[in-house]
């Protein structure tokens, strides 16, 4: 909203998407990761009646978050196939887990296949960051084979703040990005 020549005036803006930056490499620690999760959940939102709309305006309980991924569930999985990215398949195991969510075999395996270490081992410059991605991969991984839909299974995740946190209590001004992973899936 503003003023033109005097009149008010209404203006919907666009909303761009960030440069993708890496700051972790846990599974969920770059911008694209991130806005692969808000259009999960823009996409699992979309399947509220209007009478849950109304009904749930300020707070999605637990158990309907699980209904709806029910209800979004093909919309979910076509998404991630149409964004040919590993890494959309890997951030909707762990959308799916957070909210005990039906996860069937067949993206189990689909996820799987696009989290092995192979896709990734020849990407990164840095020992350190090598070993680092690896052990979030095996860690991702392991509670995606576990998941059984019986409970809420988080996936580690390091926020910007709290790396740039960590960094400022050893004094260390660096810069806190990281070498960007490829997760184009090339057919």
Same mark, same amino acid.
């Given at each position: 909203m503003g003023l033109r020549s005097g009149k008010p005036f209404t203006k919907t803006l666009k909303k761009e998407r960030k440069e993708n930056r890496t700051w972790s490499y846990s599974i969920k620690g770059n911008d694209e990761a991130s806005n692969f999760n808000w259009d999960y959940i823009r996409i699992k939102n979309s399947f509220l009646t209007p009478r849950e709309r @109304? @009904?749930?305006s300020k707070k !999605?309980?637990? %158990?309907? =978050? /699980?209904?709806? !991924?029910? *209800?979004?569930?093909n919309a979910l999985v076509t998404y991630a196939h149409e964004k040919k990215s590993r890494l959309a398949f890997m951030v909707l195991g762990c959308?799916?887990?957070?909210?005990?969510? $039906?996860?069937?075999d067949k993206l189990k395996q689909i996820i799987l296949k696009y989290s092995v270490w192979e896709?990734?081992? %020849? =990407?990164? $410059? $840095? *020992?350190k960051? /090598? @070993?680092e991605r690896k052990r979030f991969l095996e860690e991702f991984r392991? /509670? !995606?084979r576990k998941y059984d839909e019986t409970k809420v299974i988080k996936v580690t995740f390091y926020s910007i703040t709290q790396i740039e946190n960590e960094k400022a209590e050893k004094g260390d001004t660096t810069p806190i990005? /990281? =070498?960007k992973i490829d997760y184009s !899936? @090339?057919?």
């Open positions: @109304k @009904k749930y !999605i309980p637990e %158990d309907m =978050q /699980r209904v709806l !991924i029910e *209800r979004a569930y959308f799916i887990m957070l909210y005990k969510g $039906k996860l069937t896709y990734e081992k %020849d =990407q990164l $410059k $840095k *020992r960051d /090598r @070993k392991e /509670r !995606i990005w /990281r =070498q !899936i @090339k057919n």
